[in-house]
């Protein structure tokens, strides 16, 4: 399942309760209370494990040492009237040891006891015994030589009686909550001390961790420059963590240093345009004031000029005229001199308007070169301006790279 992460600037970021070190603390003291807990619970599942696997042979075990006591007690001549001063005892003994015993006459023991010593036999009564989830031994008690010397009526083989012991499951989860009370004490002790130990151990390991958060959030500040590096103080996974830092920090001075060497061959070659279009501009401003003060002349003089004016042309083709007219009266002779003086002005007036056709065109060219280079002028004049752009951006660009670039020492030094 995917993480969720947090926006940069979410507000719990940098929180104390956010640390890794209370993260770190919390989850382990939990982890060790859930071991804790599934200990107790694994031992308690034992205990009812052991009640119903070995329970009832434990059971018949001291049902068994029970009647051995009994037998032992009968060896003696008056064994009857000690048994009456032992057997509250074995109650007593056997109570504090969690188990429920009875010990009950049979019919012929009592008549023997009631016979020979003048006493009614009552053993260990069972009493009031409550129901519940138990394992219970029922062994009989048999007679045996030594034992008709009191039990007169009795015979070998016959039964004197008989041992019940119960033990109940409670009694075991008893004893089981007793000893959990010591062992949860020492528990929570050893929970406790193990959370001190691992923050100690944790802080004391997690020192390099913060001196590299140090200097990632000196990197991180506004301008921060780059002359921050992070001290390696041990070999494990975060010395390389602070190694491979420094070196990268490094790298990006090193990329910084070429950059500011590719700015300032920008601003070398922008300084060199700059001349270069002074130049070009001054020539571009000559030969546009040249180009147009030609026009004007030209124009001026055009139109100050009588003889190439249209009146002038239109008087020519009156003279031409009436000199053919004149023509026609004259003799043949004369007549024919004054038909090539005609013929020559046709051809000088042809050539005068060709040649003002061919001036005309000749202007017309001047001002639309005029026109372009007044375009090339505003063109120049637009360069200008994005050059003076890519300045302000070369000059930020340097700005940039000397706030983020560590200082020379030696130039500091000079």
Known sequence: MARQTLDESSPLIGRFDQSFLIHMIRDFFVLLVLVTVLEFALKAGMVYY???????ETTREVAADIADNVRSIMRNEGGPVAARTVYPILETNWNDLGYRIAITPSPVTTR???????????????????????NTATLPVTAEPFCLACHSEAEVGDVLGEV????????????????????????????????VLLFVILRARLEPLLGLRAVVSNLARAYGGLTHRAEIRTADEFGVLARDLNLFLDRVCRLMEELDAVLQRVVAVNADI?????????????LTGRIRHLERSAMLSAKAEPRLSQAWFDAARRAVADLEARAT??????????????????????????????SERVFADLGELGDE??????????????????????????????????????????
């Open 112 to 134: 023997s006891i009631e016979a020979g010593f003048g006493f009614t036999p009552e053993g260990i009564p069972r009493g009031d015994w409550p129901d519940a989830v138990n």
């Open 50 to 56: 052991t009640f119903r696997t070995e329970g009832p």
């Open 329 to 358: 009266d004259m003799p043949a002779a004369g007549g024919a001199g004054l038909a090539d003086l005609l013929e020559d002005l046709r051809a000088v007036v042809g050539n005068a308007e060709a040649q003002i056709a061919t």
């Open 164 to 195: 019940v012991v119960r033990r109940d499951l409670a009694t075991d989860f008893a004893e089981w909550i007793e000893d959990m009370r010591l062992t949860g004490l020492l528990s929570l002790g050893k929970i406790v001390l193990h959370s």
């Open 274 to 286: 700059v001349a270069i279009q002074a130049d070009l501009r001054d020539r571009i401003d000559c």
């Open 373 to 414: 280079s007044e375009k090339l002028k505003r063109a120049m004049a637009e360069m200008i301006r994005l050059e003076e752009r890519m300045e302000g951006i070369v000059e930020t660009g340097s700005v940039l790279v000397q706030r983020i670039r560590p200082p020379d020492p030696e130039g500091a030094g000079g």
